[in-house]
């Protein structure tokens, strides 16, 4: 059962005070869908009070077809904060290049992502060390900056750098996150039956950090 140890902060500010820097990641989800699919995009930039400008989500190798009018819930994350808002679809175009105009939103909710969140689990996952074979563990807590593995056998030394991978499920998609992570401490299991191992996660991009802290919140709405 998933166990949250520390509670994120939700407050409301204003959309340029995010500081986004193009190329961001971005989730996009028509509230009229039933069907509760979430598209990627990119953020471009905006004009205050205007427009936010992202690109247009790509289905089949081909720009979608977004309506004029339409309502979209925008969700992404900035290194600290998660945000979100809905906005109204104000141009979408795909020639000569693809792109979207939103409404300007009065206002976004914001959730204060703290490194100390850390939710219990207990989940299989993969593990590959630096010798590139692969291990099968188990995934005792997580938070956006690290996790707790527990192995039957050894996965290096304290330094030594692993890559995890984590399986995501969003809106019926299953995602990989591929992290790569450092090895912070190593204790034998007080059965005798196996390690813990400790890791920090580093040089996580923008959209596998957002894929993180959705994997975290899913598992805490489990709990």
């Known amino acids: ?39 990627w995009v990119k953020f471009i930039g905006y004009i205050k009070d205007r427009s936010v400008l992202t690109t247009l989500p790509v289905q089949d190798g081909k720009g979608m077809w977004i309506q004029h009018g339409q309502t979209f819930v925008i969700r992404g994350f900035n290194g600290k904060y ?33 490194h100390s969140l850390r939710i219990d689990v207990a989940l299989p996952i993969h593990v590959s060390r630096m010798d590139n074979t692969a291990v099968a563990t188990t995934l005792l807590d997580v938070s956006t900056s690290g996790a707790m593995l527990d192995s039957s056998v050894d996965l290096g030394a304290l330094g030594d750098q692993l890559r995890v991978e984590l399986l995501v499920n969003l809106g019926g998609n299953t995602l990989k996150i591929n992290i790569a992570a450092t090895i912070r401490n190593v204790h034998t299991k007080e059965d005798g039956s196996g390690l813990k191992t400790g890791i920090e996660f580093a040089n996580i991009s923008q959209n596998d950090l957002l894929l993180l802290s959705y994997f975290i919140d899913s598992l805490a709405q489990k709990g």
Do not use: C
């Open 82 to 114: 998660a945000y979100a808002f809905s906005s109204q679809v104000i141009r979408a175009r795909a020639d000569p290049y693809a792109y979207i105009h939103f409404s300007w939103p009065g206002s976004i909710e914001i959730q204060v992502v703290r």
């Open 1 to 39: 059962m998933a166990k949250i140890t520390a509670v994120d902060q939700k407050i409301e500010m204003d959309f340029a005070a995010l500081g986004l820097y193009p190329d961001a990641t971005m989730q996009i989800q028509a509230i009229d869908n039933e069907s509760q699919v979430h598209q």
